[in-house]
């Protein structure tokens, strides 16, 4: 007895979802070549080499996902861009805790910001008309 495989429907997008993804984009972009920075000298506060290479690794699945949702509509493609978001906000979580100007920090939260609004966004289901 075989199982049919469950598929995932694709979704019609509607504006918000757009826009959604059009900022996730952008974020992957600024965060794939995360990896070139390098590592901080000895005694020198700043992310780890891993740490900038999950930035870049999570920008690239982004620009991949978010391009092949807002092509095909595809619901998992979509879902893939915000996992691979959230996992990269949540490696600069730890800057705000370490003694940094308070201009790295801000930067960091409207980072957090755009991140959040971009995943809701993209998540969010088209509405539905009510009829009586």
């Known amino acids: 007895m ?5 598929k995932m429907r694709d ?5 918000r979802n757009r826009v959604g993804l059009a ?4 974020l992957g972009l600024i965060g794939v070549p995360m990896f070139l920075r390098g590592a901080p000298a000895p005694g020198v506060v700043g992310p780890p080499t891993i740490v900038l ?14 391009t092949i949702g807002w092509r095909r509509g595809s619901s998992r493609a979509i879902r ?4 691979a978001q959230v996992v990269s906000v949540l490696t600069a979580v730890p800057a705000f805790f370490l003694d940094r100007p308070a201009l790295n920090k801000l930067l960091l939260a409207i980072l957090l910001g755009a991140t959040l609004t971009a995943v809701v966004l993209m998540l969010t289901p088209p509405r539905r008309s009510v009829t009586a």
């Open 2 to 6: 075989t199982i049919p495989s469950a």
């Open 11 to 15: 979704v019609s997008l509607s504006p």
């Open 23 to 26: 900022l996730a984009f952008v």
């Open 53 to 66: 290479v999950t930035e870049s690794l999570c920008g690239v699945v982004t620009v991949v996902a978010v």
């Open 80 to 83: 893939l861009a915000a996992g």
